[in-house]
């Protein structure tokens, strides 16, 4: 694990990259803010987390990190020992974390309940959703510390390296850390219900939009073209054919529409 600072005094707010060794968006973001060193009006702790597994360019060494917290010291997996410095490190900040994903190009943000925290910073960021996903937030780092992640775009993209610079730095500016400003916009929220399974097969195909609803009776998914269909209505996160192992992805429902404040407000 790589930590370095810019500004000085104690940081309250910290970047998070390379949770996954093959999610290398977040760290060249990283990267390019400790190249750069702009001055801040507020420390931040700037983390690369998996070293090993990205110099591999794997997902984990032992066991998927964003499943580990918040570890444990004694822990027989790098990746559970890992959990447990990463959570002391992060202690008393704010964290934004980075990813990307196999199935949605458009950023967008993931968070462990629709804090105030959540409703405040997140519309300030070019997201195109904000995910809530409490029901499945075992193990994840947000589950263990403050946290709003982060998904940039396609994994292995040069556009996902150019979203994460670009969230990192709305993020920074929206929390007082860089100066100018932000801008506010209406912005969905989802909540994960459910997972969607898939059984084994050879092949896999997915026929519905991420975040676009999809009609109780419809097919949205098929394994070895045996088509699974919705037994009522809703709305798709992070599917796709081959983003996850065992799962299409996820059900969700659509709670709000966070608005743009106005004067008044």
Partial sequence: MKVAQIGSGTPEVAVVAGVHGDEPCGVRAVERLLDERPTVK??????????EALERRVRFIDEDLNRAFPGDPNAKTHEGKL???????LEGCLTFSMHSTQSHADPFAIVNGVSETAKE????????????????????????????EVECGLQGSETA??????????????VGALPG?????DLPVYRLTD????????SYEVFVENFTEVEAGAPFAAADGDEQIADESFYPVLMSSNGYRNVFGYAAEKLEVLETPTAAD
């Fill in 42 to 51: 507020r420390p931040v702790k700037l983390i690369i987390a998996n070293e």
């Fill in 83 to 89: 959990a447990n410095e990463l959570v002391a490190e």
């Fill in 121 to 148: 910073i997140v519309p300030q960021l070019p997201v195109t959703a904000m995910v809530e996903t409490s029901n499945f937030a075992e193990g994840r780092l947000f589950s263990a510390v403050d946290t709003v």
């Fill in 161 to 174: 390296a150019q979203n994460a610079d670009r969230l990192t730095r709305a993020f920074l500016t929206a």
């Fill in 181 to 185: 400003d932000t801008i506010y916009k």
């Fill in 195 to 202: 997972v969607i399974d898939k059984g084994d097969a050879d």
